[in-house]
């Protein structure tokens, strides 16, 4: 699940990524004093305010509407990228996310694109697709014609029917920034 850390003290962070910890190797605790541990195997980071904190990246859904491209350069702007989406809890909690802000019918662009080679999907940061969401059940990706003879080579979140769909990358939606989250040291 999701977590917001805005304004958590770090000492409860740390106390519970320890609990966490001991909980994961409850076993071992019986037999090996807890001192024993190294501090680099807690993972206690934040995100900056407004942002969703999902595992060690921060999110953030932005609706004013553009197109990709623009929504790629928006938001570099603000040190990110255009969500990379790679596991399930990733993709859960931001259409929760969408939901939440906008209700149904509402698309987000991710950073999924296949404007270099048709049908071979992509990152923003180049690697390759490798767990999708799309929507199977409307045969989604379709690269469909109807939004002009480029096809689609881009893809948002629907957060109806909580897939993704590739979609003109001329058209305007909110968008869906990503970066790292900040380690608390
Ligand atoms: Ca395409
Ligand atoms: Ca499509």
Not at 43 to 65: A, K, M, S, Y
Not at 82 to 90: D, K, N, P
Request: aromatic share 10%; net charge negative.
């Amino acid at each position: 699940m999701p977590e917001r850390t805005e304004g958590k003290p770090k000492l409860l962070c740390w106390l519970t990524d320890m609990m966490n910890l001991i909980k994961s190797k409850a076993k071992q605790v019986l037999f090996v004093k807890v001192t024993q541990y190294s501090p680099t195997a807690i993972n206690c980071t934040e995100c900056p305010d407004g942002w969703l904190h999902v595992g060690d990246q921060c999110f953030i859904l932005i609706t004013d509407r553009q197109d990709f491209f623009n929504s790629t350069d928006k938001c570099k702007e603000i040190g990110g990228h255009l969500a990379i989406l790679t596991t399930r809890e990733q993709h859960e909690a931001v259409e929760k996310e969408g939901r939440r802000m906008a209700g149904l019918y509402t698309n987000y662009w991710i950073g999924l694109t296949d404007t270099e080679t048709e049908g071979e999907w992509k990152w923003v940061d180049k690697t390759p697709l490798k767990i999708p969401f799309w929507n199977t059940l409307t045969s989604e990706p379709d690269n469909h014609v109807s939004g002009g003879e480029d096809g689609e080579d881009c893809v948002v979140v629907d957060s109806y029917s909580q897939t993704w769909y590739d979609v003109p990358c001329s058209f305007s939606y909110p968008r869906i920034c990503q970066k790292d989250a900040i380690p608390l040291v």
